[in-house]
C-alpha cells in the first residue's frame, strides 16, 4: 500500500503540507517501482485499491478533511459515501476514501524472487553469519564473524528495528504485536453475501483493522495491535486475539457468523512516533546505513530504503531522502 501508517493531515500537522506530500509521493512512486522490479523478476503481482472507511458518523468529519488534504495536495482518492461504500466492501460503514495504485504479492515468492536475481548479478548470500562487531574507519567498515571478516564501504542494517547491538537507538521504537487470521476457503455463495469486492480494506480505529481476500478465497483478517507481549504469555495472547477478531470480522460481515478462523498468527514489528521508517545515516555510526521501523507498511516503504540507501553511497543523495532521516524535523 502506498498510504503510510499515518493520515497525510497528521503529517502536514508535523512536517507541513509540501513535506508531507512529497512523503506519500516518495511511498506511491515506490510501489509503483516494486511493482515493476517483481514483473520483471517474473513474479505474479495483482493491482488492487484500497479503501480507508469508518464506521462511526462521528468520524466522517475527520475522514471528509483527510480527503480533501490528500487531493488539495495532488494525491489520489475518490470519496465513497455510505451506498458506494456498502457497494465496493458490503459492509455498512458511514464513508470511506478508495486509492488506486496499490497491489498484492506473495512476500515469499517475491523474496526469493530477488535473492536469484541478486545472485545472477554476481551477489553473494550467506545466512545464520552472525555479525558480532562493526569496526569503521574513514574509508569504510570491517564486520567481524565467527570466522572471519568481511570488508566494506559500508553496512546496511536492515533489521525491522533496533536490535541489542544498537541499544542506543532503542528508545526511538516501540515494539508491537499484531495479529492475524485466515478463514476457512469460502464458497462463491458466501463470498456473495459478503460482498467485499478486491479491494484492501482498513480502517480508521487505532489500533486500525486491515482485510482483504486471498488467491484462494479465504479472508486475511488482521489488527489489534498492542505493545509486546512477554514469551510466556504470547500462546493465550493469540488464542484471545483471534477469537477477538473472528467476533470483529462476523460484526462487519454477518454472513460469518458462526465461522472459527482456520490459521492464526502473531507478528512482531516496530512503529515510530511519526509512523515513518528510519532511513540512513546516524551521527553514533559511521559508514553504517540504516532502513528501520517500517510500522505496517514494510513492503512498500523497505523498497523505497533500498532505493534511497543506493543513492546514499553514491554521490548525490536524493532529494526527498532526508525526510525519512533520524534528524528529520517537525514543526
Not at 516494486?34 to 480507508?52: D, H, K, T
Not at 454477518?254 to 465461522?259: D, E, F, S, T, V
Not at 509512523?275 to 507498511?297: K, S, T
Amino acid at each position: 500500500m502506498q498510504e503510510p501508517d499515518a493520515d497525510f493531515v497528521d503529517l502536514a500537522r508535523r512536517y507541513g503540507r509540501a513535506n508531507a506530500a512529497r512523503i506519500w509521493r516518495r511511498s506511491r512512486h515506490a510501489v509503483a517501482d516494486l511493482r515493476a522490479s517483481v514483473e520483471e523478476l517474473g513474479v505474479s503481482i495483482q493491482s488492487l485499491p484500497s479503501v480507508y472507511f469508518s464506521f462511526a458518523g462521528r468520524q466522517v468529519k475527520r475522514l471528509r478533511r483527510e480527503a480533501n488534504a490528500r487531493r488539495g495536495a495532488g494525491l489520489p482518492g475518490r470519496w465513497l459515501d455510505e451506498e458506494a461504500l456498502i457497494d465496493v466492501t458490503g459492509t455498512h460503514g458511514a464513508a470511506g476514501i478508495l486509492t488506486t495504485g496499490n497491489a498484492a504479492v506473495n512476500p515469499y515468492d517475491a523474496c526469493l524472487a530477488f535473492a536469484r536475481g541478486a545472485e545472477r548479478n554476481g551477489v553473494r548470500l550467506f545466512q545464520r553469519s552472525h555479525v558480532h562487531a562493526v569496526r569503521a574507519s574513514r574509508d569504510g567498515v570491517t564486520l567481524e564473524l565467527e570466522r572471519g571478516t568481511i570488508a566494506a564501504d559500508y553496512a546496511i542494517i536492515a533489521t525491522g528495528y533496533a536490535t541489542p547491538e544498537f541499544e542506543p537507538l532503542a528508545a526511538r521504537f516501540r515494539m508491537m504485536n499484531t495479529y492475524v487470521i485466515a478463514t476457512p476457503r469460502l464458497d462463491s455463495q458466501v463470498r456473495r453475501r459478503v460482498g467485499l469486492n478486491n479491494v484492501m480494506l482498513w480502517d480508521t480505529g487505532r489500533p486500525y483493522h486491515y482485510l482483504r481476500w486471498t488467491p484462494d478465497n479465504r479472508l486475511l483478517f488482521g489488527g489489534l495491535d498492542r505493545p509486546r507481549v512477554a514469551a510466556p504469555a504470547r500462546p493465550a495472547a493469540l488464542r484471545r486475539r483471534a477469537a477477538m477478531l473472528m467476533s470483529d470480522l462476523a460484526s462487519w460481515y454477518p454472513a460469518l457468523q458462526g465461522l472459527s478462523p482456520e490459521y492464526a498468527w502473531e507478528g512482531l514489528f516496530a512503529t515510530t512516533p511519526d509512523g515513518l521508517p528510519y532511513i540512513g545515516r546516524h551521527r553514533r555510526y559511521p559508514r553504517q546505513l540504516f532502513a528501520l521501523g517500517y510500522g505496517g507498511n514494510g513492503m512498500t516503504l523497505g523498497f523505497f530504503a533500498a532505493q534511497a540507501l543506493v543513492r546514499m553511497t553514491g554521490p548525490k543523495p536524493g532529494p526527498d531522502d532526508y525526510l525519512f532521516g533520524f534528524g528529520r524535523r517537525q514543526r
